[in-house]
Structure formats: structure tokens, C-alpha cells
């Protein structure tokens, strides 16, 4: 893989990298900062002032119990990230190893590994999501489990192709003929070699994950209140619509540049990364 | 017009989006009527983007910056290069072409049939027996036994060799003037090659086409053609007939090029190779493009470009060595 | 081909067990048993246990497994903790609401998809392609939810329209129906269009880049025949592939936007069911679509022998 500074240059020269790079640095810069940029408590009723359209004290109103929305929206990026960041880690980790121990040792655990990957895939992602927070109880933990265990398959397969792929190159079969151990050439030959692929996947992964978090918070069955989270407020707004529209919009603008900035972050990256898959 | 095919001032440039490079410059030649005309040459020299040009096949980034390619067709005297969408009628109906790959030249997921009757849909108004008919009747010319059931096979089914002799049939399907074969015989096995070549000499009287055998192998040029021209660099550096060819060369580059062949069959010889590559990447020399690899260059070669010169009747050649103004300097 | 597809259907056997088994041991997750959910408050031992025998709860795991699988092959998915109907025959009748939707979003989604996918491979790297792959990523990106929000609010507030309320049966009033499942229908169909779209430029320009296509220029073809006969039939498969994927996440996963548009499909009936902890249901639900999707994927591997000779099944 290139170095990373060379990745970045690299982003920076295609302007849709550009683009990209500069969302998702925005949005983490939100999440850091959320306690300094935001302006009101996030929990805080300010009950004589339910349903206030944007002002200057309200930048993006308030909703029906009288709480800031722009704060909740900052706030609301916090979680979103962590949410995201935290399933799709637990995915990627998992992916690796399983991926790992298929691709490179094969026969009867890659064919058990991948069965079970496969009645995974049997289920749409938002469904096996709700049902094991059905089965877990919805809280922030449950959602982060959740959502890693419905990317682990992706992962798994991705890892595992690259690895087959990357152990059938020549110099592999010549560190087995030098006997080096399994442990070794899978750190120091394989991983390296499949970090591309790895890294690209995980960049879309984290738009994914971050959807599938505000579609089950949106259902009642993710973040649970009083928590901020885009997807439970753009449902709850939804009662409101026509006397509060910035209920609605606010929310949605924020999901939709969310996930756009790392759809195109990792579009790029690929292109990046793996130069080849470029049209 | 005596000349099947003028090819004048030809230049065919690779165009990025912050730069465009020459990678044909100035290439000028004629086929006779019922001429078989060969271009020899070695790979990256330019001799399949300068066929690809005559049916204004190139795609991006490839385009055609200069130059008049004439043809002589059924409507008169033209100029293939200026026209739009006029040339799909010449194009698989007055010239057509076959490739260098037969495996990869027909479209995996339509049957032979399909394949060989889709020119005839495109140029005559057969009904479908007829097409088929006619189909059939190109196949046994082109020796394929079982053509029946051929017909409706798929490409992955057949070999090499059968699918070279398919793309001949649909290439000649429509009695064309001029046939262009890009290395017809490069991906095929010796003795298929032997095979291909005589078919195309045998279709070639039958059919009263001409031909353009464009190949970096001086045994096919030598078994199919009578006129030849070297490519190298991107430039036509000789042109003569075949026989002068093998026992007159005059530039230095087809002498290197005859020495590489003829000491394969000498074992006391080790094999003898013309030292240097072709300039890549862009790089042209100010002088002749030869000039670092050959070993007859003189001080003038070094920056100043020789011209294409006709050395004596019908021999042009590319070289200060015959050029008189050159031995002044 | 008959055998294959004999075959194919016994290798979704151990898959099926395998999903079942899943879904079984996933929901004994559930903290706190099910029954005292059911009782609320009061805790009467009687009832309980009667309950509990009622719904088998007092059988040993393995044994409440048999006995689920073993009903369940054969249409039998219990009844419901909540209403006490038959279990089956509803997951049917909802099924055949979200297959309406699903098939009317796939259309929608390839009306779209495919042509400006096509389009944008013809005019690569100018302005039109710019634009069309500008309009994939919003596909693409665009959660469901939030674009039905904003296309309720715009409706609503700009167009003062507001579809009708109740669901009401294609059979019984198709004009109405229509109606009603339309813009569900549009929201899951432009959103699906936005990944069509992507594969069918990257794939008609990995086809146009291929030795034959010149073969076929080089015959005479005109673009319109280079095209749609040739570049688009063989790139079909994996937009074929992706199509029956999408059709088949949204046969159970169209839940936001039934759930928006009150579209009473098998998604909202799982998302009711998890919600009022109806177990019998939830497992049913969850086990019948992912049988049906596990079958979407294998008419998705039949179909290609129809597009691509070069795969044989025998």
C-alpha cells in the first residue's frame, strides 16, 4: 500500500476527493467539538419556548419539548460516528480473522466459516439488524453489536478473496518453501498485502453503518431517548411536519451530507487504492 | 483511380486530457488493386493503430490528427477519413478487417450464426434462409467441416484456429475490395498458421480482394505479400517489393531485422539482435529514430531527420546512407 | 438444467437449518422470559404454567426447535402470542403487499437505472456522465427515510397533497391502490436506481473496452446496435446480480418505508411483532424471508444461463 501521505496528495488532486475528505474532516470536527460548538443542553426543556422556528437563539429552532435542535443535530454527529465507528470496527476485526483463517487455510473451517457467513447473507442488512435488537434489547451497545454483526460478512468475504488472491502470488509460495510458520506470512506478507481492498471497504462500510443506525433509530429500535440521534428525531419530527418543517430538514440535510461525504470518500479512495477498478 | 487504397500524410495522435502526442507521423503508402501489401514492424511501432485508422476504428484516446486515407468505393473515389456515419456501409461490406485475437475477436454469448449473418443484416436485405444459406456456403470455404452444426455453437466452444477461419468467413462474407489481417496468425499455433495463411492466399485469388498484412513476422510477409513497408517508431522506413526486400534492404533497420531472422536456422551463429528498444514513452529524437540503435550512423543522423526517399524504381528508404545531400553535410 | 436446479434446491437445505437455527437461538437471547411480558404485572402461577404449556415453553430446547421446524415446513408457523390467529396464512397475505411494492420499485429503479446508466457510459468524462453520476451517488447516499420525509413535506406544503389514508387492496380498487403504493414505490425505486445505474455504466464501459466490440464496429454496426445488442447484453449479469439482491433485501427490508406510508407489508408486520414482543411471529416473519430471499438468489444464478452461454449447469 502507499504511504498515507502519498494517499492523501493523492485525494486532494481529484476534486470529488476533495470534497469527500472535507466532509467527513467536517463531520468528525463536529463530533469532537460538539460541547464547544454547541450552543444550548441537549436535554434541557425550555418549555416556554416549544416549537420555535430558527432564530438567533435557536439557530435551528426547537422541537416540541422545547429542546435546541442544533445542538441535538451537533450532538446527534457525535453518535452517529460513534456508532458507526465502533460496528464497523467490531466488523472489521472479525472480518479479518475469519477472512484471514478461511482464505488462508481452507478446506473444512473455510467451508464452515463461510456457510455461516452465508446464512448471515441470507437476511436483508436492516432486518437481521432490528431482529437481534429485538432479541438484545435496544440500547447504544445493542445497535453497535447489531450493525457489526450484519457488516461481518462483507468483511469476511472481501478479506478472504484478497487473501486467496494474494497467496497464490509467487512470493508467498517462495516464504513457504523458506518455512517461514502460517503466523508469520499471514502478519508480515498477507496483511500488508490485502490492506487496499481492506481500508476502501471500510470507508463504505461506515456510510453504511451509519444508515442503518438512523433507519433503526428512525424505527424506535436504536438510540433510545433522551440521546440525540438524526434518524429518532427526523421520525419524531414527523408529527410536526407541518407546523415545524425544520424539524424535518435539518436532520435529513445532516444524514444525507454524512453519508454522501464518506460515499464519495471512499469512491475516491478506491480509485486511489486500487487504480485498476477505475473506468 | 488505379490504387485500391491511398493512404497520405497520415498522423494519428494519443490525446489526454493535458496533452497530445504524435504517435504517427506522416505515413504515406498505396494497395494496389489485388495487392497483397504487408507492414512489418515491431510492437508499439504503429502498424495496428495505422489499420485500425483506415475504418476509423481508433477509440479514445487514439484520434486521427492529419492526413487523407482515399478508397476506392463502389461510389466513386473517397476519403475515409472525413467521413461520419457513411463508412458503416464500407466498413464489413467493402473493407473489412480480422484480428489478431480469434478468442477474444467474437462476442462470447452469441451463437457463430448470429455472428456471421449480423454483417449480411447490416448490408443486404436477405431474408434469414438465405443469410444462413450463404453463412453455410462461406464456412466450407473457409474449410471448416461440420459447419452445420457449427452454426449454431458458441465461440468458447471452438479453438483457435476454427475461430480465425470463422472470422475470415464473416470478414469475406460480403465480397469485400480490401481485406485488413492484424497479426491473423500471431495467437495461433505454428502449424494453424501455415493453415490461415494459405487459406488467405487461396480466398485472396478467389475472391479478387486485396490485402494489408499488417505483422512483426517476415515469414508471413514472405509467404503473403508482394509489396512491403517497415514500420519502426512510427514512420514508414522502407518500402519495397518482397523480393527486394530479402535480398536487397536497404535501411539499416530491415537488414537488423533479416539478420534476427536468417541466423535462427545457423547454428554456428549465436542470434543476433539489434541492439538498443524502440523509443517509448513519448520520447522522439530530434534526429533519425534510428539512429541510437543503428550501427552505420553518421555524424548527421544525430540531428537532423532523414526524409523518405525513392532510392530506385519502387524502393523508397528512410536513411541518410542514400540520401546525396546528406554525404555533402 | 432441470438437475441443477434440483440440485441447487437441496444445497439450500443445511442453509435453511443453518437460518432457522439462527433465528431459534438468537431470540432465547431475550432477557426475562417471555411469558412474564405477556402476564404484565400480575404474577399468577396458574396461569402461567398454563401459558407456558400452551406455547410449548416448558419442552426442552431441542424439543421446541423440532417442534417449530417441523410445523413450519409444512405451512405451520403457530399462532400468535397477541391475536391467536394462524401465523401463516397472514405472513402470505402481507407478502403479497410487499411483493407489489418490491416489483414496482424494481421496475422504477431499471426505467431509470439502466438508461442513464448507459447513457452516462456513452458521454464518458463529459458534462451528461458528470451529471448522471452525481445523481447515482445521491441515489446511492440518500437514506430512504429521510427522502420520503422531505417528499411527504414537500407534497404536503408545496402541492397540498396528501395521498389517501388506509390501505386499500389492488383488487378492490386498483386506482386507489395505485395511489397509495406509488410513492412508496418511487422513494425505494430511485434509491435502488442510484447503484443500478453505477453498475450499468462500469460494466457497459468494461464490455466496450473488450476485442469484440470492434469486431462488431468493424462489420459495419451502427452505435445503437454496438450498444444495446452487444455491450448491454453482456454486461447483464452483474446488473442482473444486483437487481435480484435489491428485490430481495426489499421483500423483508422495505420496513422504513411501509412504516412511513402505513403500507401493511411483511416488513411492518415483523417491525409491530418485534415491537409487541410477539415472538411467534417474529420468528416466522424473520425464517420466511429469509427463505425468500435465499430463493431470489438462486433465480438470479438460473437466470444467467440464459444470458451467458459460457455458464453451463450440467
Known amino acids: 500500500m502507499k504511504s498515507i501521505k502519498r494517499i492523501l496528495k493523492e485525494l486532494f488532486k481529484d476534486p470529488m476527493g476533495r470534497i469527500g475528505l472535507i466532509g467527513v474532516v467536517l463531520i468528525i470536527m463536529l463530533s ?28 435551528f429552532g426547537t422541537d416540541n419539548y422545547g429542546r435546541d435542535v442544533f445542538s441535538r443535530i ?44 452465508d446464512i448471515l447473507f441470507a437476511f436483508p442488512s436492516i432486518l437481521l439488524a432490528l431482529f437481534i435488537v429485538s432479541a438484545l434489547g435496544p440500547s447504544i451497545a445493542n445497535t453497535m453489536i447489531a450493525i457489526g454483526i450484519v457488516n461481518t460478512p462483507v468483511f469476511t468475504r472481501t478479506v478472504r478473496a484478497s487473501v486467496i488472491s494474494v497467496k497464490s502470488t509467487e512470493y508467498i509460495t517462495s516464504a513457504r518453501s523458506i518455512g517461514l510458520k502460517p503466523a508469520s506470512i499471514i502478519l508480515k506478507h498477507i496483511i500488508p498485502n490485502i490492506l487496499s ?23 424506535g429500535l436504536g438510540i433510545q431517548p433522551p440521546d440525540p440521534s438524526w434518524g429518532s428525531m427526523l421520525n419524531e419530527s414527523r408529527k410536526y411536519m407541518e407546523i415545524a418543517p425544520w424539524l424535518a430538514v435539518f436532520p435529513a440535510v445532516f444524514i444525507i451530507c454524512t453519508i454522501l461525504s464518506f460515499n464519495i470518500l471512499g469512491d475516491s479512495l478506491r480509485d486511489v487504492l486500487d487504480p485498476k477498478l477505475k473506468l | 483511380m488505379e490504387n485500391i487504397l491511398e493512404v497520405k500524410n497520415l498522423g494519428i495522435d494519443l ?43 481508433l477509440s479514445y484516446p487514439l484520434k486521427t490528427g492529419k492526413g487523407e486515407i482515399f478508397f476506392d468505393s463502389d461510389a466513386g473515389k473517397v476519403d475515409l477519413l472525413s467521413m461520419k456515419k457513411e463508412i458503416r456501409k464500407i466498413r464489413g461490406k467493402e473493407i473489412s478487417m480480422i484480428f489478431q485475437e480469434p478468442m477474444t475477436a467474437l462476442d462470447p454469448i452469441f451463437t457463430i450464426e448470429d455472428q456471421i449473418i449480423e454483417t449480411l443484416e447490416f448490408h443486404t436485405n436477405l431474408n434469414k434462409k438465405d443469410m444462413r444459406d450463404l453463412a453455410l456456403e462461406m464456412l466450407n470455404k473457409v474449410g471448416i467441416p461440420r459447419a452445420e452444426q457449427l452454426l449454431g455453437e458458441y465461440p468458447h466452444q471452438l479453438s483457435g484456429g476454427m475461430l480465425q477461419r470463422i ?40 475472391f479478387d480482394t486485396s490485402i494489408i498484412m499488417i505483422t512483426h513476422d517476415l515469414g508471413v510477409i514472405a509467404e503473403t505479400c508482394e509489396k512491403v513497408a517497415v514500420f519502426y517508431a512510427g514512420q514508414i522506413v522502407e518500402e519495397t517489393d518482397v523480393v527486394r526486400m530479402f535480398h536487397g534492404a536497404a535501411h539499416p533497420y530491415t537488414s537488423g531485422l533479416l539478420r534476427a531472422v536468417t541466423s535462427l536456422g545457423d547454428k554456428s551463429k549465436s542470434l543476433y539482435t539489434i541492439p538498443g528498444m524502440v523509443p517509448v514513452g513519448g520520447y522522439i529524437p530530434k534526429g533519425c529514430r534510428f539512429e541510437d540503435r543503428c550501427d552505420r550512423a553518421k555524424k548527421i543522423c544525430k540531428n537532423n531527420p532523414p526524409e523518405l526517399l525513392e532510392i530506385e524504381e519502387g524502393h523508397k528508404c528512410r536513411c541518410w546512407l542514400y540520401n546525396e545531400s546528406g554525404d555533402e553535410k | 438444467m432441470w438437475s441443477y436446479i434440483i440440485k441447487r434446491l437441496l444445497g439450500l437445505i443445511p442453509v435453511l437449518i443453518g437460518i432457522s437455527l439462527c433465528i431459534f437461538l438468537v431470540l432465547q437471547l431475550i432477557p426475562g422470559d417471555v411469558i412474564s411480558g405477556l402476564l404484565g404485572i400480575e404474577e399468577n402461577p396458574e396461569l ?10 416448558d419442552q426442552p430446547l431441542y424439543k421446541q426447535y423440532w417442534d417449530w421446524i417441523s410445523k413450519a415446513v409444512r405451512g405451520n408457523f403457530g399462532r400468535s402470542f397477541r391475536t391467536d390467529n394462524e401465523i401463516f396464512p397472514e405472513i402470505i397475505a402481507r407478502f403479497k403487499i410487499t411483493a407489489q411494492l418490491t416489483v414496482m420499485a424494481a421496475v422504477i429503479s431499471c426505467l431509470i437505472g439502466i438508461p442513464l446508466g448507459i447513457l ?11 451529471i448522471v453520476r452525481i445523481i447515482a451517488l445521491l441515489g446511492v447516499s440518500v437514506p430512504n427515510f429521510a427522502s420520503a420525509t422531505l417528499l411527504v413535506l414537500f407534497l404536503s406544503l408545496v402541492l397540498n397533497y396528501y395521498p389517501p389514508v388506509g390501505y386499500v387492496g389492488f383488487f378492490n380498487n386498483a386506482s386507489v391502490n395505485m395511489k ?13 436506481s442510484g447503484s443500478v445505474m453505477r453498475m450499468t455504466r462500469s460494466s457497459v464501459l468494461e464490455v466496450l473496452r473488450q476485442d469484440f466490440i470492434k469486431t462488431v464496429r468493424a462489420k459495419g454496426a451502427s452505435e445503437k446496435i454496438v450498444i444495446f445488442k452487444h455491450a448491454l447484453k453482456n454486461g447483464l449479469i452483474p446488473i442482473i446480480t444486483l437487481i435480484g439482491m435489491q428485490i430481495g433485501s426489499l421483500l423483508g427490508g422495505a420496513v422504513v418505508a411501509e412504516q412511513i406510508f402505513s403500507i401493511p407489508g411483511l416488513g411492518l408486520m415483523t417491525l409491530t411483532a418485534i415491537n409487541q414482543r410477539d415472538y411467534p411471529v417474529v420468528q416466522g416473519c424473520v425464517l420466511f424471508i429469509a427463505f425468500v430471499y435465499v430463493l431470489v438468489n438462486l433465480i438470479v444464478d438460473i437466470l444467467y444461463t440464459y444470458v451467458d452461454p459460457r455458464i453451463s449447469y450440467k
Open chain 1, 197 to 219: 481492498p481492506f481500508t476502501v471497504q471500510i470507508t463504505l462500510a461506515l456510510s453504511g453503518a451509519i444508515l442503518t443506525e438512523a433507519s433503526m433509530s428512525f424505527l
Open chain 1, 32 to 59: 469532537v467539538l460538539a460541547p464547544v460548538i454547541s450552543t444550548h443542553d441537549i436535554t434541557e426543556m425550555y418549555t416556554q419556548d416549544k416549537l420555535r422556528e430558527p432564530c438567533g437563539e435557536y439557530l
Open chain 1, 74 to 117: 451537533i450532538y446527534g454527529a457525535r453518535v452517529s460516528l460513534e456508532v458507526g465507528i465502533i460496528s464497523v470496527g467490531i466488523a472489521a476485526i472479525f472480518g479479518l480473522i475469519f477472512g484471514v483463517i478461511s482464505g488462508y487455510f481452507e478446506g473444512w473451517v473455510d467451508n464452515l466459516i463461510m456457510r455461516f457467513m
Open chain 2, 15 to 57: 490525446v489526454t486530457r493535458d496533452s497530445i502526442r504524435r504517435l504517427i507521423d506522416d505515413v504515406s503508402f498505396e494497395v494496389g488493386i489485388k495487392q497483397s501489401y504487408g507492414i512489418v514492424g515491431e510492437s508499439g511501432c504503429g502498424k495496428s493503430i495505422t489499420a485500425m485508422s483506415i475504418m476509423q476504428l
Open chain 3, 120 to 130: 452516462s457510459a456513452i458521454k464518458r468524462n463529459t458534462w451528461v456522465d458528470g
Open chain 3, 180 to 192: 397509495i403504493m406509488i410513492l412508496p414505490a418511487i422513494i425505494l425505486g430511485t434509491s435502488m
Open chain 2, 167 to 206: 472470422m475470415i468467413a464473416i470478414a469475406l462474407i460480403c465480397r469485400p475490395k480490401l481485406l485488413i489481417a492484424d497479426e491473423p496468425t500471431t495467437a495461433l499455433d505454428v502449424t494453424i498458421q501455415a493453415q490461415i495463411l494459405d487459406l488467405m492466399n487461396e480466398l485472396k485469388e478467389s
Open chain 3, 48 to 57: 402461567r404454567a398454563q401459558l407456558e404449556k400452551k406455547f410449548g415453553l
